[in-house]
């Protein structure tokens, strides 16, 4: 049978026709059910599309097909390309391009066009074959030219560097058909997946008129890649069969793992995953391992899922698969209540939330517990600590997928370890950390402070937090010196954290234990030191972890921080105690903070707060100035609350921790206004924005404040309330104060708007205790400032004084005529000395007496002025009624004295009466 035959058609140089009548032929012929008549239709095919010979040489050689010398080198590269066991061969094909050497440059342009010509039809070959060609017949110039040849020349420098699906050596070993069905598949499904195109990908797998053929590793591992890329769509069968033909070969790299990984999760083999699991443990990748027993347990066991999960991130691994996405992973912290998941959550949300202390953790109990212990200790714990964690008895429990977990915290630890610094001088201190005299050891030597790297130092500090206060002071001032002082504060750890508080507060860690020594006191440090930053989750772990504290522990600051545990989220008075008691500790006044916090945003109203703050509880005040800052405050009457807090007797350096970030909020507010203080002290808001310190001994005296009168609108309620912060933040028994200045305050209520009026009551409260205190104190100290004459006593004697001109005068002889005699002898007017003597004691007294309890120098000035007049004219004159000026005086002067308005002492009716009310000290 001749070749037309084979093709069904008549002898013809029709191209077209001769590839139509192959494509009909080859439906019949399939290349893997017929491939001996795949071969033959094949041949047929290419003999009949070859060219004819010359017909003539009359056209020339420069346009006539190469002579037959010429044409071997194309028949060769055909003879080469239709066979199979050669097709493949690298040998021949360098053999070939040899045999091109001899020809001149014009017979290779003429072997370029025919080879080009029929390169196209073999479109299945691999790159490596038209990289040769490209070599040997110089395509590289068909990119400089234009038009169709320009588009052929970069389709073909796109072929020969197409990837190959798989190596030409094990292609050579197949026949034709394979040959072909190979390239013909796998060489667009790498091109498919090199490009991302998913439909590409998965057209090739499921509309494929080729079958999947050939079982070489590099095809696997392709095979294996489609199917990742076409998901849970893939044929399971398939996928296993794959799975376990590439499990057996051998030298699987880390990129082979990872495709086995995914093809076993996706069959949902168990034997094969845990089969997997363990030559991944073996091999030492841990990322892939992890993820790998994500996929595997985030549906059937989500608690070692998220172990895992939290393991990956906290480690910087690339996880394939977010276990924290799924819904019931997506709980805030404060709904989970044990401290070990929400370490997790804040884990996997990338937090580094970390319990500060190993106590939150020691109650759990079992295996998460010892694995929560264990890697606690590797990032913070001692070394030792981190010793005796790997030894916990717990983890050898440990079954199924918790024991790759075990493993790969293990040997996260064990790395640790083996990271640990050599250093003999501080290793002998170190291995005593922890003891009841830890900080009472000795401060470090010049060597010992010089043996460690920053970097050794920080490390230190993170898993010994409790060095001892000379340690500490060294260290920071070697930190200082050499500029690593900052990242002593960085972490989220208790050794950061207390390293900041050290650096800038200057604490002392010995202050809490006030030089007492019991067993267990390195727990408690802990305990107490972490306390303040540990969140509310925590702290019951915590509280459980310490138990009860020993006897001689009860009255401390420790006994407090323990109740407090007991109930972190309700405000509780216990701590305005402590802090009165303890204004030093600092870990006292952050807990003071948190608990005003928690008053803040409980339910008790303002009206509940203001009441609770006339009762003296500073917190309930500190509460209700931060809840005016956040509801559009009357900014003058929240300063004024701010000022009660701050000159309250009880507010000492624990309040400071209340005091600052309220008067940071004020600052704020008051440049948002653009009210300047160049402008105090007389200006209705300036007066009070002057008021904005930190030191109750800055706040402006009493003296300052009467040298000047405030303008009208500032005497309405300004003023009012600066006078009377000037005498809660000073000592007024000495100098006295003016009750005047404060009648706006509880005289003048109706005039005041709501706000103020609270700020009102709230001042006049403390007002009067600091009265009543000064009032106590003088009553045992300062007696005499009970000597002054009230009011009513003043008029008495100035009645008497009244009569007594008519009983003096008229002198006689009177003053004139004893002036005009000139006498020297003054013993010869006795009775008018004594006349005189009494009429000036009298008048003296009454108004010395007027003077002492007048609050304005001009008003006693004019007083004395008036009566020494008056009192001349009356004996000059020497008349009875020349005196009466001098007595309505008196009685003027009197009527208006007020008994608090008496300047530097108290009427002596306030001496025997206990505690008053503001109304009768000022009234």
């Given at each position: ?214 079982d ?101 691994w ?23 998941e929400?370490?997790?959550h ?6 580094d ?53 075990v ?69 920071a ?18 050794g ?22 019991w ?74 903070r ?32 931060d ?64 008021y ?32 009377a ?80 001109p ?65 009192l ?12 009466v000026?001098?007595?309505l005086g ?34």
């Amino acid at each position: 049978m001749d070749i037309w035959q084979r093709l069904g058609l008549k002898e013809t140089g029709d191209l077209s026709a001769i590839k139509r009548a192959y494509h009909i032929k080859l439906r019949d012929c399939h290349p893997e059910e017929d491939p001996e008549g795949f071969r033959l239709l094949r041949e047929a095919y290419e003999k009949a599309s070859r060219p004819p010979p010359a017909m003539s040489q009359a056209t020339g050689p420069a346009t006539e097909l190469v002579h037959p010398a010429e044409a071997s080198e194309l028949t060769a590269l055909l003879s080469l390309l239709g066979d199979a066991s050669r097709r493949f061969v690298m040998t021949e094909w360098d053999e070939w391009q040899t045999s091109l050497h001899s020809l001149s440059l014009v017979q290779q342009s003429q072997l370029s066009d025919e080879v080009l010509q029929r390169i196209f039809q073999w479109q299945w070959l691999p790159a490596p074959l038209i990289e040769h060609l490209w070599q040997a017949l110089d395509w590289a110039s068909l990119l400089r030219r234009s038009g169709d040849m320009q588009k052929k020349g970069e389709f073909l420098d796109w072929w020969r560097q197409a990837p190959l699906a798989a190596p030409l050596e094990w292609l050579a070993t197949l026949d034709h058909a394979h040959q072909r069905a190979v390239l013909a598949f796998y060489q667009p499904l790498l091109l498919s997946l090199d490009a991302g195109d998913r439909n590409g990908v998965l057209g090739l797998i499921y509309h494929s008129t080729l079958p999947i053929v050939g079982d070489h590793p590099d095809l696997m591992r392709l095979q294996l890649r489609a199917l990742q890329a076409a998901g849970d769509d893939g044929d399971a069968t398939h996928r296993l069969s794959l799975t376990l033909a590439l499990l057996a070969q051998e030298q699987l790299s880390e990129d082979d793992w990872r495709l086995l990984s995914d093809s076993a999760l996706r069959c949902g083999k168990e034997l094969l995953v845990m089969r997997i699991a363990e030559t991944l443990a073996e091999r030492g990748y841990e990322a892939l391992l992890t993820n790998h027993l994500i996929g595997w347990y985030i549906r059937c066991e989500p608690e070692l899922a998220r172990w895992l999960q939290a393991l990956a991130i906290a480690n910087h691994w690339p996880t394939t698969r977010s276990a924290f996405w799924e819904p019931q992973w997506l709980m805030q912290p404060w709904l989970q209540p044990d401290p070990l998941e929400t370490w997790l959550h804040a884990q996997m949300v990338s937090l580094d939330k970390t319990p500060l202390t190993i106590l939150a953790l020691e109650s759990i109990p079992g295996l998460r517990g010892a694995l929560a212990r264990l890697w606690w200790s590797s990032e913070y714990g001692t070394w030792q600590a981190l010793e005796a964690a790997l030894a916990q008895p717990e983890l050898a429990d440990a079954e199924g997928g918790w024991l790759f977990l075990v493993r790969l915290l293990q040997r996260h630890a064990r790395r640790k370890l083996a990271e640990r610094p050599d250093l003999p001088l501080l290793d002998a201190l170190l291995a005593g950390y922890g003891k009841d005299d830890w900080l009472a050891i000795a401060p470090p030597s010049a060597e010992q402070l010089a043996c460690a790297t920053p970097e050794q130092w920080l490390d230190y500090l993170r898993r010994y937090p409790l060095l001892p206060d000379a340690w500490f002071k060294a260290i920071a001032q070697r930190a200082s010196k050499e500029g690593w002082d900052e990242k002593m504060m960085q972490g989220e750890h208790l050794g950061a954290r207390l390293s900041h508080q050290r650096y800038y507060s200057d604490t002392v860690l010995a202050d809490a234990w006030h030089g007492e020594s019991w067993p267990g006191c390195f727990r408690w440090a802990l305990f107490y030191y972490a306390r303040p930053w540990t969140p509310n989750q925590h702290l019951d772990a915590l509280r459980q972890s310490m138990g009860s504290l020993p006897a001689n522990q009860d009255d401390t600051p420790l006994a407090t921080l323990l109740h407090l545990c007991a109930q972190p989220t309700v405000y509780q008075a216990i701590i305005m105690d402590a802090c009165a008691r303890w204004p030093q500790q600092y870990v006292l006044s952050l807990a003071l903070r948190h608990q005003t916090e928690s008053l803040k945003h409980s339910d008790v109203g303002d009206e509940a707060l203001l009441e609770r703050a006339r009762l003296n509880e500073l917190p309930a005040l500190a509460a209700l100035i931060d809840r005016r800052l956040d509801n559009e405050p009357d900014l003058a009457c929240t300063i004024v609350l701010w000022n009660l807090l701050l000159c309250h007797k009880t507010s000492n350096e624990a309040y400071e921790y209340l005091l600052t970030p309220l008067r940071q909020r004020l600052e704020t507010l008051r440049q948002a206004q653009g009210l300047a203080l160049e402008v105090y002290p007389y200006a209705e808001e300036s007066l009070i924005y002057a008021y904005l310190q930190q030191d109750p001994d800055n706040i402006t005296t009493l003296e300052e404040l009467e040298k000047h009168h405030p303008n009208a609108a500032a005497a309405k309620f300004v003023y009012p309330v600066c006078y009377a912060l000037a005498m809660l933040a000073h000592d007024f028994g000495s100098h006295g104060f003016q009750a005047r200045q404060l009648d706006p305050l509880y005289k003048q209520q109706d005039d005041l708007t709501p706000a103020q009026q609270e700020v009102s009551s709230l001042v006049q409260g403390y007002l009067e205790d600091k009265l009543n205190t000064q009032l106590e104190h003088d009553r045992a100290h300062a007696k005499k400032r009970f000597r002054l004459q009230s009011g009513a006593q003043l008029i008495f004697v100035s009645i008497l004084s009244a009569i007594l001109p008519y009983f003096v005068f008229p002198l006689e002889p009177s003053l004139r005529e004893v002036l005009a005699s000139g006498s020297p002898y003054w013993v010869e007017y006795y009775s008018l000395g004594l006349d005189m003597a009494a009429m000036l004691f009298m008048n003296l007294y009454l108004m010395w007496h007027i003077c002492r309890a007048q609050t304005r120098p001009r008003t006693s000035r004019n007083y004395l002025i008036w009566s020494l007049i008056w009192l001349a004219i009356a004996f000059y004159i020497n008349s009875a009624w020349l005196a009466v000026p001098l007595w309505l005086g008196h009685l003027v002067m009197s009527c208006r004295l007020r008994p608090g308005a008496l300047r530097r002492g108290w009427p002596r009716a306030f001496y025997k009466q206990g505690r008053m009310s503001l109304s009768d000290i000022l009234d």
